[in-house]
């Protein structure tokens, strides 16, 4: 396999997609209490091992609309471990920033159309 097949090439911004983690359900069943923070540890660690660019999360982080103090505090102890770092970033944007992102026009005050 060439070079410019690899998964390695150093041109290639590696996106991670998971949905639907749902933390925290289930979480004081004792036989599946731990599973969705098991599945985000395995997400995790597999995005770490792959030294994936950019994690994609598709769906709900959490199962509750205000979860536990033990899932978030989970979920940030997992963040941290995982995604915190010195691991330098690297990477261009290439197509012209003035030409996508063209500020020169302005709304006005009540909403009307472009100036």
């Known amino acids: 396999m060439s070079s410019e097949n690899t998964l390695d090439d150093e041109d290639t911004f590696k996106i991670l997609i998971a949905t639907d983690i749902h933390l925290g359900y289930l979480e004081k069943d004792a036989i599946r209490g731990n599973d969705s923070f098991n599945t985000l540890d395995e997400i995790l660690k597999c995005a770490k091992t792959n030294q994936v660019d950019f994690i994609l999360l598709g769906g709900d982080l959490f199962h509750e609309n205000k979860p536990s103090r033990r899932c978030l505090h989970s979920c ?40």
Do not use: A, E, W
């Open 76 to 115: 940030i102890t997992m963040m941290r471990r995982y995604c915190m770092g010195d691991t330098p970033i690297n990477f261009n944007i290439l197509s012209d920033q003035t030409v996508n992102f063209n500020t020169t026009q302005k709304r006005k005050r009540n909403n009307d159309s472009l100036q």
